[in-house]
């Protein structure tokens, strides 16, 4: 990603983010982890997991699932509007961002 839309990024607490200092410093991004148990610290990240969800139930074996499956699924979330982003789908945000232009998307979102 460009550097204006790398500020931070937030991760949950867990043993796979043991190696959070070596890629905070590789990335050059602050990284921050939240709060045991307050999911509002992640909301984007439990929104898109209840999303998930309706694809990929809680305990489903991934490795059963093609790497084409899972495009898939990420295809069909990002081309659903959301609220948050003011009825707009999450490409057409970050897809001007991405071409560097700034005012495309964005202007409309929230």
């Not at 929104?47 to 495009?71: C, F, I, M, W």
């Not at 509007?81 to 560097?100: A, F, H, N």
Request: aromatic residues 6%.
């Amino acid at each position: 990603l460009p550097a204006q839309l790398r500020r931070s990024l937030a991760w949950d607490q867990g043993l796979e983010m043991r190696n959070h200092k070596k890629i905070s410093i590789a990335a050059d991004l602050p990284i921050y982890f939240c709060d045991p148990h307050s999911p509002w610290q992640r909301g984007t990240n439990e929104n898109t997991n209840g999303l998930l969800r309706q694809y990929l139930p809680k305990g489903t074996d991934l490795s059963v699932h093609s790497a084409e499956d899972l495009a898939a699924i990420a295809a069909e979330l990002n081309d659903r509007p959301r609220k948050t982003l003011g009825w707009l789908k999450p490409d057409e945000v970050i897809g001007p961002l991405l071409s560097g232009d700034q005012t495309a998307g964005a202007a409309s979102a929230p």
